[in-house]
DNA sequence: TCTGGGGTCCTAGGACCC
DNA sequence: TCTGGGGTCCTAGGACCC
């Protein structure tokens, strides 16, 4: 059996921790610039607020329904995540972290074991310990754990938050509940052709041909198609190495000047590299990108990404701002107001395993420099050493008007009682 | 005025090899 | 008149996930 445990509403659960006045009261957490709306509380979801709603569209509604705003404490929720998946680590020695906010359980040898009593004592510890309500769905596969954490979720009253498909007629009652839309791997287009052909619960997707099936929805949906007949196709997986890492945001206002971008660019190049260093890769090829606001229909509108292929294998963040920046220079066109770049990293190596090239222009010292640099703004704080061409006076802002504090990661922000 | 960010996998088609 | 067969590798695009 798998289980898959899922924190409800995770973001917004995280603000609401450390803020338990807000309990019961309706919560919305933003994206990167106070964009849009990335998280809801249950309360916020009632009140008809979508999933990605422009914040600026919704501004009326949080006011009049009294709405709690936040900015994103990826700080926050990244520490909390951690809290709860080491607690969940607990119940079984294979475990696969999926997503920040749900992780998968093998529970092989449990056999004299009451599944739903273990799911219950999962989901009380990890509210008692952490603050953090989760869902638990119990199946023979990973697919038909995702529709059971589901059902877990939709009716917390009836299930306690644990659901588990244990025989063929729960599996079968499960599948023709569950619209095709909402099945795990059917995505819009997927869903979209398949109710078409009159294709619209789970169940009807397990009755179609299978050579159908592997021809229109590649081998992909054939898998998913047996994991959801309950032959398990889906297995645990190990964590791999990053194929590849982007580092890309939307600015606040709009950007005219080369200067301007080169800033931003060699920035997240440098935020890249970082990341590369943490896994011990090199890379081969990065990508630039920009882009004008493609919302603002009234602007001339420009878009262009450049792939450079490097010369040699590098993680250095001094060599990779320079080839972001000079890509950058080979498609920035004057006359247009750019909203967002970024730079994405690709063609992976590791690090202790590099091809010695011909004629090999690498700096070696950059490898002593960058270990040096790292462990200096590991100790005394992010971007405390930068290169020149990133913004030495942090004139880049985001637009971040709600930001709770980092409560369990910064020394000053730890909440104070007083008895 | 204002609309996120970071990933994965699969397939078809083109270029190349002998 | 008639123009092979069997491969590999790479890339762009499209789908999906959270």
Known sequence: MFALIDCNNFYASCERVFRPDLNGKPI?????????????SNEAKTLGIPMGAPAFEYEQLFKANDVHVFSPNFALYGDMSQRVMSILEDYSPEMEIYSIDECFLRLHGLDFIDLQDYGNQMRNKVVRWTGIPISVGIAPTKALSKVANRIAKKYPTHTNGVYIIDNEDKRVKALKWLKIEDVWGIGRQHSKRLKSMGVTTAYDFTQLDDSFVRKNFSVVGLRLKMDLQ????????????????ATTRSFETNYTELSQLNERVATFAVSCAEKLRKQH??????????????????????????????????????????FAVQALSLIFKPGYAYKKAGVILQDFSPENHQQQTLFDNRNQRHIPLMQ??????????????????????????????KLSPRYTTKLSDIITIHV
């Open 230 to 245: 309950g032959i398990p196709t889906l297995d645990l997986e190990e964590v791999q190495a990053k194929k590849n890492i």
């Open 372 to 401: 040096a640099v790292d462990k200096i703004n590991k100790m005394y704080g992010q971007q405390k050493i930068r290169l020149a061409s990133q913004d030495p006076k942090r004139v880049w802002k985001m637009k971040q008007e």
């Open 281 to 322: 890769s090199c890379c081969g090829s990065l990508m630039v990108f920009i882009h004008t606001n493609g919302h603002r229909k009234d602007l001339p509108q420009y878009s262009k990404n450049i792939v450079v292929k490097l010369p040699y294998q590098t993680n250095s963040s001094i060599e990779l701002a320079k």
């Open 28 to 40: 919305v957490v933003l994206s990167n610039n106070d964009g849009c709306v990335i998280a809801r």
